[in-house]
């Protein structure tokens, strides 16, 4: 059973930084991407970041810049270094994977950046 662990979410204030980190368990073969998501309070849950099996990186433009994907596919875990975090970067985070063509997601951890 494929499971995704996140962890690292907080507080910090404007400015700061922040790094989420996700663990994918129960992989037998490569993940095609891995990702990140969010999903602010009143808001549709959004791309942040993705990282593709072939080198491949996408990045939403409100975060360009100042967040950085990377993965260790040894490892199967996926990383968001945020930096020059906003307040409207507050959201609850989800890793997402997408393995053998099924979309699997994490139970979010929350990042608050306060003014």
């Known amino acids: 059973q494929v499971q995704l662990v996140e962890s690292g979410g907080g507080l910090v204030q404007a400015g700061g930084s922040l790094r989420l980190s996700c663990a994918a368990s129960?992989?037998?073969?490569?993940?095609?991407?891995m990702g990140w998501y969010r999903q602010a309070p009143g808001k549709e849950r959004e791309l942040v970041a993705d990282?593709?099996?072939?080198?491949?990186?996408n990045y939403a433009d409100p975060v360009k810049g100042r967040f950085t994907i990377s993965r260790d596919i040894s490892r199967n875990t996926v990383y968001l270094q945020m930096n020059s975090l906003k307040p409207e970067d507050t959201a609850v985070y989800y890793c997402?994977?997408?393995?053998?063509?099924?979309?699997?997601w994490g139970k979010g951890t929350l990042v608050t950046v306060s003014s």
């Open positions: 997402a994977a997408r393995y053998i063509g099924i979309d699997y």
């Open positions: 129960g992989i037998a073969r490569s993940i095609s991407v």
């Open positions: 990282d593709k099996i072939d080198g491949t990186r």
